[in-house]
């Protein structure tokens, strides 16, 4: 969606590195690390799981798709990450599938413009001020924008709207430090800036689908993703 991102896969002796409107294929089966990403990146990461196999799937990549594929994908992609009930996810995940299968790469297509320097701002402090209090009137004040003009920029370059971009940092923050002790789980989520376990419990719900607890033990147990290793903590290498 914007800025640039690389990942390593080690036992291919490989780094791939893509930018704004571009996608990186990293296929099942090798192992793959975060290498670094510029301060502004912000993509989509979809998993397939028990999916019929398609060829340009199969080996590593960086493909570029069409204007329409893209705008299909990540409206698809963004369906998903709100964790819609299940009969409008299976609808997504079947026009996903068919949208991947009409894939072909589009070298000379043109790529999303840069972020507008007050999304850039506005995503910052949703990072980076996560024990404030933030509202869509202050964040826009903060940013430099009216209220309208703000959502419609962010949303339309960063995928979902303002307050769902803070929310979804405060939880990659509390995943980051929580330890999986459930003793320590009001505390992470404090540190977090949730200002109540009730506020906590709902807004994880609504990014994650499920019990905070329930979800730290399936990325714990998933043997795929490293809890602590998040975009906002990656660097150099």
Same mark, same amino acid.
């Given at each position: ?17 893509? !930018? ?21 990146? &912000? ?8 999916? %019929?196999?398609?060829?340009?799937? !199969?080996?590593?990549?960086?493909? &570029? ?6 705008? !299909? ?12 009930? #299940? ?10 599938? !068919?949208?991947?299968? &009409?894939? %072909? ?9 840069? #972020? ?16 404030? %209090? ?12 009216? /209220? /309208? ?11 979902? /709207? ?50 905070? &607890? ?24």
């Amino acid at each position: 969606m914007s800025g640039r991102i690389a990942y390593r896969l080690p036992d291919l002796d490989l780094e791939l590195e893509a !930018e704004a409107g571009q996608l990186m294929v990293l296929p099942a089966g090798h192992r793959h690390e975060l290498a670094r990403t510029s301060e502004e990146v &912000t993509l989509w990461v979809i998993e397939l799981n028990n999916f %019929e196999p398609l060829p340009w799937l !199969e080996k590593p990549a960086v493909l &570029t798709p069409s204007v329409a594929f893209r705008k !299909e994908m990540v409206a698809g992609a963004r369906r998903l990450w709100l964790r819609p009930p #299940l009969p409008e996810c299976e609808e997504v995940q079947g026009k996903l599938a !068919e949208l991947l299968a &009409t894939f %072909e790469d589009s070298p000379d297509a043109p790529r999303p413009a840069p #972020l507008h320097p007050a999304v850039l701002r506005a995503k910052h402090i949703c990072e980076n001020h996560l024990s404030d %209090e933030l509202d869509a009137a202050t964040l826009a004040r903060e940013s430099g924008l009216s /209220s /309208s003009r703000l959502a419609h920029l962010f949303t339309a370059q960063v995928g979902v /709207s303002p307050l769902q971009y803070r929310n979804f940092s405060q939880v990659q923050h509390f995943i980051r430090n929580y330890s999986g002790d459930e003793r320590s789980l009001l505390r992470s989520a404090l540190a977090a800036g949730f200002g109540s376990y009730a506020q906590f419990h709902r807004v994880f719900w609504q990014v994650c689908g499920e019990r905070p &607890t329930s979800h730290f033990k399936w990325l714990k147990g998933s043997g795929q993703v490293d809890v602590h290793r998040t975009l906002l903590t990656a660097s150099a290498p």
